[in-house]
């Protein structure tokens, strides 16, 4: 990406945060997606008993892995799966598409493993599953039908195969 087109991507999201009556007017005129179906499933059981997992779209990933791409204009369609145990100090985020100084110094703002590690040990929830995943939230055109057609579904087919009751998704 060019270091220009990263600054403009910054210099965006800054702006509608620091003007938000301006991003509801965009947002009113943008096109979206619409759905519809959903993928809702009522819960059948205690929340105590039941295993969590986390989805954010705030582009959170391990140091180690590679960066969500950035030079992409529409996006980066894959996702990245987190451990359970990750330390929170090897989580990044690499997102241009909104402003997350105070996510880096607490990336528990975006993907909240601490608090998650609380409502278990309280006994609010079960236990959390031993992995999480992240997405980058900013798509359009042609990566939408890879978001939808493979990776989504990927990512719930490794939901299901470790039998998670409840996903807690944590949009940037």
């Known amino acids: 990406m ?3 087109r990263q600054k403009t991507d910054v210099f965006v999201a800054k702006f509608f945060t620091k003007f938000p009556w301006l991003l509801k007017q965009w947002s009113q005129k943008a096109k ?4 519809s179906d959903s993928p809702w499933t009522q819960l059948t059981k205690e929340t105590a008993h039941c295993r969590l997992a986390l989805i954010t779209t705030g582009g959170v990933h391990l140091t180690s892995q590679t960066p969500f791409d950035m030079n992409d204009p529409f996006g980066d369609p894959t996702y990245r799966e987190i451990p359970y145990d ?3 100090t090897d989580l990044m985020i690499t997102h241009n598409y909104y402003d997350h ?13 601490r608090r998650v590690r609380d409502l278990v040990m309280a006994g609010d929830i079960g236990e959390v599953n031993h992995r999480h995943f992240s997405f980058m939230g900013h798509i359009s055109k042609h990566h939408i039908n890879t978001l939808i057609q493979d990776s989504a579904p990927t990512v719930a087919a490794a939901l299901i195969k470790d039998a998670v009751d409840i ?3 944590t949009p940037a």
């Open 2 to 4: 060019t270091r220009l």
């Open 32 to 35: 979206f997606i619409e759905l």
């Open 86 to 88: 990750t330390a929170l």
């Open 101 to 113: 100084r105070d996510a880096d110094k607490d990336i528990d703002i975006i993907l909240p493993i």
């Open 167 to 169: 996903v807690l998704l």
